[in-house]
């Protein structure tokens, strides 16, 4: 599975961007795509994602009601909707893919196989 995040830039605090992240592969619709974001000195940390086949979402609580997670199947990709930023938000964001494991709810970056490169997000205040 190869991912290419795209979409980051710079914005005001308030603001509001997408991310995209495009997926190829075989199997690419049947594995759980992720967010994660990671501040410089900080871990990387879990944002939200969804599973191609159905949508469940799951959020972090830090995003939650100001973040949305969505995909095209179409078109292999998975989008991250991000309003209201704020400062605590900069970070570069990653997209990755898990493959399906019984009992897991792919929260935890550990859980996820493949990683695109990642895309700064910069929100000035």
């Known amino acids: 599975v190869q991912l290419q995040a795209s979409g980051g830039g710079l914005v005001q605090a308030g603001g509001s961007l997408r991310l995209s992240c495009a997926a190829s592969?075989?199997?690419?619709?049947?594995?759980?795509m992720g967010w994660f974001r990671q501040a410089p000195g900080k871990e990387r940390e879990f944002v939200a994602r969804?599973?191609?086949?159905?949508?469940?979402?799951l959020y972090a609580d830090s995003v939650k009601d100001r973040f949305t997670v969505s995909r095209d199947n179409a078109k292999n990709t998975v989008f991250l909707q991000m309003n209201s930023l704020k400062p605590d938000d900069m970070a570069v964001y990653y997209c990755?893919?898990?493959?399906?494991?019984?009992?897991?709810?792919?929260?935890?970056?550990?859980?996820?196989?493949?990683w695109g490169r990642g895309t700064q997000v910069t929100v000035s205040s």
């Open positions: 592969g075989r199997t690419v619709s049947s594995y759980i």
């Open positions: 990755a893919a898990a493959r399906p494991m019984s009992g897991s709810d792919y929260s935890t970056k550990n859980e996820y196989a493949y």
């Open positions: 969804i599973t191609w086949r159905i949508g469940s979402t």
